[in-house]
């Protein structure tokens, strides 16, 4: 009896480590077959064509597209209600007659599309990964480093667990047998030394690589510890990265601003953010610029939102005149640092040459609703101060510096050296100091 569950206690421990490695493994290549070129095509179509009217994975002013293939198959021809759901309804086909009613009998836009660019949605919809969030071990990194790389910690993960494993076994199998020598030679089975003794004895017989390896771990920790002061502990905590509050008119950057869409300048609504410490934010006014004679969204839904503008600025639309009865709209603030910090666009902006994407991500590109992208930190502020380099050249700013400085070079060496070879961090010009940021 004892034989079999001696066995059996040897290989519990690292088959158990096996599945999970194994389960870890697969799970990979099952997010990696996703044809990413369909798939980027079928994305782009969506947010070109249908973005305004449905979401992947929600109802909006449709039905979330997700599943839609499945939930048509055998009820209808899914290409012909795409290209034009009004003449397809006409042909009294049951299902379709039934979501019409269900939402409300909005109309769907009828679109020239052809039956491969509605696989390749379709095929976007189902296999919709959600964006993944930004972060990981040192999520100050995210919004300043462009596209992140892989962490490399899961792979270390994986070896030391090989490791864990194979030194695991080994330990068991010397325990058997000195357990079945013990037995041979009549004194019974041993006691199993704990996991602990045998770590100790080996850091005591190899006392070198136990210092090199304990140095490691505890360097490792101490990096994690500093990192974690500055990103979320200590340094803030009071700025929620992704606050997405609701705003009184469904207001869509993406609409307005993408590339692929309006187009409008950030500037053009944003006006001060070159010459103030705020970049404002517009008054109904300057929608009114476009909206007094764009009245019409993209769906019933957004012609009311547009209806809102109206509202605001008391502008009859039927007899072309103000009423000169205004509601201001009130718009619900995403970004908010507090008040011991000063913060001011122009000197980004104008003086830094800093995109404003670089610290409000791709509002213009997929954000419907404007969202607080970056952490707004303390730890975001320094690590962007620390490593962008001050834009000297042809800055009207630095070209008066240089020239007060070749005017008066004594006891500026150090400065001087920096401004010969035109490299220079902000931190290296005081960005890094208290006063600079703190009232
Ligand atoms: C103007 C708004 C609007 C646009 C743009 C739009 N849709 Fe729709 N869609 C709807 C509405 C509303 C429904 C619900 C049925 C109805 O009322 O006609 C719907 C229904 C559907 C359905 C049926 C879903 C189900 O659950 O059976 C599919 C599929 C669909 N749309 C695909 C698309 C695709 C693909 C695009 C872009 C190429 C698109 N739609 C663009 C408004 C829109
Ligand atoms: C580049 C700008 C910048 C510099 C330089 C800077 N800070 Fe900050 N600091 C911030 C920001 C932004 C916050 C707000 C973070 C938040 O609320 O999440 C902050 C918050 C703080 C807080 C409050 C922490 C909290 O949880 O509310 C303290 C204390 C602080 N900083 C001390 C310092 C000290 C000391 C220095 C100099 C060594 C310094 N800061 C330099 C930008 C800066
Ligand atoms: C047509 C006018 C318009 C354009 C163009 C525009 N915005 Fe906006 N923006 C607004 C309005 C209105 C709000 C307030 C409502 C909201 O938060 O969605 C806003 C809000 C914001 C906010 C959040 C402000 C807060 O409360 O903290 C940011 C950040 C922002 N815009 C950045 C941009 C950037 C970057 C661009 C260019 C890529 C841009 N905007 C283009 C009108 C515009
Ligand atoms: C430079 C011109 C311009 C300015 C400025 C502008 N818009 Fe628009 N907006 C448009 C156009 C064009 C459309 C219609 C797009 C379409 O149907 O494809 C639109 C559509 C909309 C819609 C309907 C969206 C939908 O999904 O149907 C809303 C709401 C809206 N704008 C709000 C605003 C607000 C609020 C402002 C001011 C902060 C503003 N717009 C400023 C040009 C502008
Ligand atoms: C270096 C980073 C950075 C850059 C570049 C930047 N912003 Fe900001 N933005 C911020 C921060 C931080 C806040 C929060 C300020 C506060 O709460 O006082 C903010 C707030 C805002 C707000 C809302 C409040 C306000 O200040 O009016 C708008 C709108 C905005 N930014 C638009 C823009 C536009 C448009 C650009 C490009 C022309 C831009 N930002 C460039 C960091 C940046
Ligand atoms: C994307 C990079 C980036 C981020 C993020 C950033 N800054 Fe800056 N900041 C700069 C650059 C570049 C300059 C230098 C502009 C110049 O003088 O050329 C600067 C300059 C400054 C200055 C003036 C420093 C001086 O020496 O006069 C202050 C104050 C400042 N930043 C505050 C902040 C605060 C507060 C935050 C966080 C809320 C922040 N910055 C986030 C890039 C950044």
Not at 105 to 118: H, Q, W
Request: charged residues 20%; hydrophobic residues 40%.
């Amino acid at each position: 009896m004892p034989r079999p569950s001696r066995i059996s206690t040897l290989f519990a421990g690292p088959r158990q480590f096996f599945f999970a490695l194994f389960l870890l493994l697969a799970a990979a290549p099952l997010t990696a077959q996703v044809d990413q070129a369909l798939y980027d095509q079928g994305q782009k179509i969506f947010k070109g064509n249908c973005a305004s009217c449905h979401k992947v994975d929600k109802k909006m002013t449709g039905p979330a597209l997700q599943g839609a293939r499945a939930r048509w198959e055998g009820k209808g021809d899914i290409y012909a209600w795409i290209r034009n759901s009004t003449a397809y309804l006409k042909t009294g086909n049951a299902y379709a007659n039934q979501i019409f009613a269900e939402y409300n009998k909005s109309v769907m836009t009828p679109m020239a599309l052809t039956d491969a660019e509605i696989d390749a949605v379709l095929y976007f919809a189902d296999n919709y990964a959600p964006p993944a969030p930004a972060g990981g071990t040192t999520p100050v990194a995210a919004p300043v480093g462009g596209p992140q790389t892989a962490p490399a910690w899961p792979w270390l993960l994986i070896v030391a667990l090989l490791f864990a494993i194979v030194w695991m076994s080994l330990r068991g199998v010397k325990n058997q047998l000195r357990s079945a020598v013990s037995e041979a030679e009549g004194h019974g089975p041993v006691a199993n030394e704990t996991w602990w003794v045998s770590l100790k004895g080996w850091a005591w017989r190899n006392k070198a690589w136990a210092s090199v390896i304990s140095l490691l771990i505890l360097s490792y920790l101490v990096v994690q510890l500093w990192n974690w002061a500055f990103v979320i502990g200590v340094y803030g905590g009071d700025q929620v990265q992704h606050y997405k509050p609701s705003q009184p008119i469904a207001f869509n950057h993406t609409l307005h601003a993408g590339k692929d869409n309006l187009n409008i300048n950030c500037q053009y609504c944003h006006n001060s953010a070159e010459k103030s410490k705020h970049a404002g934010i517009p008054t109904a006014n300057v929608c009114m610029n476009c909206h007094q004679a764009v009245n019409v969204g993209r769906s019933e839904a957004g012609t009311a939102e547009i209806q809102k503008i109206y509202a605001a600025t008391g502008w009859d639309a039927e007899n072309n005149r103000y009423t000169g009865v205004e509601k201001p709209i009130m718009w619900n603030k995403v970004h908010n640092l507090p008040d011991h910090v000063y913060f001011s666009h122009a000197t980004h902006v104008a003086v830094g040459k800093i995109e404003c994407q670089k610290c409000h991500g791709p509002i213009d590109e997929k954000m419907d609703v404007a969202e607080q992208w970056a952490p707004l930190t303390m730890g975001w502020c320094i690590q962007c101060h620390g490593e962008t380099e001050v834009q000297m050249a042809g800055n009207g700013y630095y070209d008066e510096v240089h020239r007060r400085l070749k005017e008066n070079p004594i006891g500026q060496r150090e400065l001087r050296k920096y401004l010969e070879d035109e490299k220079i961090t902000v931190k290296e010009l005081g960005g890094w100091e208290c006063a600079k940021c703190h009232y």
